[in-house]
């Protein structure tokens, strides 16, 4: 058996001629998902597999497939027969430019076997002049291979060799995902090794010395690993004593370690070749000089071993000298190694000599934490999920680790400023956290955030860029938005749409056995974030559900004043340690917000109906007092003119009067997050007793939320629910949420997110979505057939969306992040969906 070492993340090039296997080497060894022919790119393009003519078009399209492949993180491999020189150069440089390494498999088989299955072929209709020339090629890419990129060249000869292979896949040196920590992560030491055996100390380790007393190991107790992240030498007093204790750390499997641009230097220079002695090398040169031979060897083989980045902690950490943008990490290529050795620079020199840097790291959207030194600053500071560790030890700063997964920043001071820095330690400028770039939110996006990832169609997000940028509260205040609601599965009840059944069916199938019906507000949705001191720029904010000021100064003031004054009253901000809440509710009534909509859609079709039906059923009274048969006619318009009083009714319930706030309520139902804190982890036993809290403080402004819990495993509770919702819509209430009793976050038995709330709303509520007469057989009839699959999707999907936003907001996730997400929300509000369900 012949094993092909191939690494994980790879373009591999089969090369032979026709007939020498290569299809069917593909599809043993690999997915067909993974497997780019060129025959089907011909027949793709053309229509023909064998029309050669095709071949430009058909491999510019394999090519481009190739690339996205392998942008995605996809192992691709290449069926075609390879054997010219521009055809391999073609795919080494799509390899190149996303950085993964070209391997070539050469499938070598005799000329008369070759011949023999290609005649085999009825689409083969070549002469054996070609295979000769063929195989006259073959012949001469064996010495090219190599030369021309390719890191791994397999040569399988002959029928037995090619089918007793086995494909064995490599995982890269910088791929450490396995590695989860917890993890020490130590800025540039710099030759600093009394700094850092005091900060080893500081974070609990033990060091291990020689016979001489020097440190040559560390352990800690907790079974921590140390990560450092380069420049360990070079400006400072002991390099050598520096390299010796991470030396053995790293030997014995306690550390890891990343090489920095100072390492790669001495390296070039231990090797003979000609370095400059500058930026601290003459002093390291000098302090291993007094070493012996054989450290030094071990050092120049040490930093020769040394990968470039680590991913760790199963994607969710990476760790490189001068940090590493989203693309190149678990990459390996020349420019990967360059750009987290040495960051990547503007091509300018500032007033000092240096190099103008690029700041990679205002512009870093990945999901995975980037921890870096390089360039020393006073003190560390998060921008965008990256974090620079370098405050500047050997020049009289601190040296710093951090601690993760804690995200705790543990430093120790230096001994003295032992090299005098040419340019003053200054913190990189970040983007401000108030400033938002157009392209965060344009175009098409993907999304990734704590509870899954998205796609925003561009078309979806510039619909949400017309209400954000025109009607939009302040994005910094903007923290989220409520996901849209999907009904109950369709009711089989006689003569209703919804029913609490259905509800409580729909929980069931989802492994859920509480459930907690809420009384539900015919109202408008309201979002309050209430600040406990109100600012210049006033306390808090109202928005709608799509994030539009509610009432607009003053009565949005007046109505936060409101809230801040119960919630005081009630106790809450000392004792969930906030100076800020936000809280989801429905202001009362309808009208207050929505009076233009009902006289519009919904008062001018009862007026309509009430008008015309009555002079109807005159005319119908006068034809049948001249004997006309219209009895049966008049009966149907007599149940139309019933029906429109029962619509007019309905609605006319929801409207009352008001004069500024005077008349209005809220209804709380959800403390979603505070400051430094998200709440969706509580059941909402605990958000509705919140709420009673802030009626009990201001009944006459809070409206309380009616609720029954429901053991779904007990059909006497089941029943009375049924008979509360019953009397509820009854007495003239649109209906009821049910929720799962366990919280907002709640999941189902296989780990999914549940929906946050399914509502069931009454017969008489439903009769002002689907009109008047909807309770008729056919009309009921036809409308239990809607589909509900895509409001679902949708409603879920924004519910993770908003999850992740409450999560980023009590990070206080830079505001980009932040607006992201709650922008994604209302992007998802422009997706096609029938607006009744």
Not at 195 to 203: C, D, K, S, T, V
Not at 564 to 582: H, M, N, P
Request: net charge neutral; with cysteine; proline share 5%.
């Amino acid at each position: 058996m012949t094993t092909l070492d191939i690494p994980e993340l790879a373009l591999v090039a089969l090369v032979g001629v026709s007939g020498s296997g290569k299809s069917t080497f593909a599809r043993r060894h690999f997915l067909s998902s993974q497997v780019l022919s060129s025959d089907m790119f011909r027949a793709m393009v053309a229509d023909d597999e064998n029309d050669q003519s095709a071949s430009a078009d058909a491999f510019e399209a394999l090519h481009h497939v190739a690339g996205t492949r392998l942008r995605r993180g996809r192992l691709t491999v290449v069926d075609a027969t390879n054997l010219q020189p521009h055809a391999r150069t073609a795919l080494v440089r799509v390899a190149r430019e996303h950085d993964v390494l070209p391997v070539a498999i050469v499938l070598d088989v005799p000329e008369a076997l070759a011949w023999e299955r290609t005649g085999a072929r009825a689409d083969r209709t070549f002469g054996r002049q070609v295979l000769v020339r063929m195989q006259r090629d073959l012949r001469r890419t064996y010495g090219q291979l190599a030369r021309e990129g390719f890191r791994k060249v397999h040569v399988l000869r002959g029928v037995e060799e090619i089918d007793a292979a086995e494909i064995r896949y490599e995982r890269l040196f910088n791929d450490r995902r396995e590695l989860t920590g917890p993890f020490d992560i130590v800025g540039d030491v710099h030759g600093c090794r009394e700094e850092l055996e005091a900060l080893l100390l500081r974070l609990g380790w033990a060091l291990r010395r020689d016979d001489a007393g020097r440190p040559v190991d560390a352990v800690h107790p907790a079974g921590r690993t140390a990560v450092f992240v380069g420049d360990l030498v070079d400006r400072g007093p002991d390099s050598p004593g520096v390299l010796r204790l991470v030396m053995g750390m790293v030997a014995a499997g306690h550390a890891i370690c990343v090489p920095g641009n100072h390492e790669q230097k001495l390296l070039r220079r231990l090797r003979g070749r000609d370095v400059r002695l500058t930026h601290g090398l003459a002093e390291t040169m000098a302090q291993l000089a007094a070493e012996s031979p054989e450290f030094v060897a071990e050092v120049s083989a040490f930093v020769d071993g040394l990968v470039s980045h680590f991913v760790l902690d199963g994607g969710r950490l990476v760790v490189a000298h001068a940090g590493l943008k989203e693309a190149y990490q678990g990459r390996a290529s020349g420019r990967v190694r360059a750009f987290a050795l040495f960051g990547e620079t503007t091509g300018e020199t500032d007033e000092y000599g240096l190099p103008v840097r690029y700041p990679w790291a205002r512009d870093y959207r990945g999901s995975a934490m980037v921890v870096y030194g390089h360039t020393p600053t006073p003190e560390p500071e998060w921008v965008n999920n990256t974090i620079c560790i370098d405050t500047g030890c050997v020049f009289g700063g601190q040296l710093t680790a951090l601690r993760y997964p804690e995200k705790e920043l543990v430093a120790v001071p230096a001994a003295k400023e032992w090299y005098a820095p040419v340019r003053p330690l200054v913190t990189a400028p970040a983007r401000p956290d108030t400033v938002l770039d157009l392209a965060d939110v344009t175009g098409r996006r993907h999304i990734q955030h704590g509870y899954g990832t998205l796609t925003v169609p561009a078309e979806n997000a510039a619909a949400a860029l017309e209400v954000m940028s025109r009607f939009a509260v302040d994005p910094g205040r903007l923290v989220w938005l409520p996901p849209t609601m999907a009904p109950c599965s369709t009711s089989t009840v006689a003569g209703f749409l919804e029913h609490p059944a259905q509800a409580f069916d729909d929980y069931r199938a989802a492994g859920v056995d509480r459930v907690v019906c809420e009384e539900k507000h015919m109202g408008s949705r309201a979002v309050v974030l209430v600040e406990r001191e109100p600012g210049p720029v006033g306390g808090g904010v109202v928005h709608t559900r799509t994030g539009r000021p509610f009432f607009g100064a003053p009565l949005d003031d007046e109505l936060l004043a409101r809230v801040r004054a119960a919630v005081t009253a009630a106790g809450l901000w000392d004792e969930l340690g906030t100076d800020r809440l936000l809280l989801d509710c429905e202001l009362l009534p309808w009208s207050a917000k929505a009076g233009a909509l009902i006289r519009e859609q919904y008062a001018s079709v009862g007026a309509a109906g009430r008008a015309a039906l009555p002079a109807v059923l005159a005319t119908l009274d006068a034809a049948a007092g001249r004997g006309l048969p219209v009895d049966a006619l008049r009966d149907r318009m007599a149940g139309r003119r019933a029906e429109v009083e029962d619509y007019s009714a309905a609605y006319r319930a929801y409207v009352a009067p008001t004069d500024g706030l005077r008349g209005v309520t809220l209804a709380p139902f959800a403390v979603l997050a505070g400051a430094g804190v998200s709440f969706v982890d509580r059941d909402h036993g605990w958000h509705l007793a919140l709420a009673d809290r802030l009626h009990a403080a201001d009944p006459e402004f809070f409206t309380p939320t009616r609720r029954q819990v429901v053991d779904l495993a007990d059909a006497a509770a089941v029943d009375a629910a049924t008979e509360w919702w019953l009397a509820l819509t009854a007495a003239g209430g649109e209906g009821m949420v049910v929720k799962p009793y366990a919280g907002l976050a709640a999941r189902s038995e296989r780990g999914s997110l549940l929906q946050p709330g399914i509502k069931c709303r009454g017969r008489e509520y439903l009769r002002i979505i689907y009109g008047p007469g909807y309770t008729e057989p056919a009309q009921l009839a036809a409308l239990r057939r809607r589909s509900l699959g895509r409001k679902r999707g949708l409603a879920l999907r924004e519910h993770a969306l908003g999850l992740a936003a409450l999560d980023a907001f009590a990070e206080n996730a830079p505001l980009w992040r932040r607006h992201e997400l709650v922008f994604a929300i209302l992007a998802c509000e422009s997706e096609p969906v029938d607006p009744r369900l």
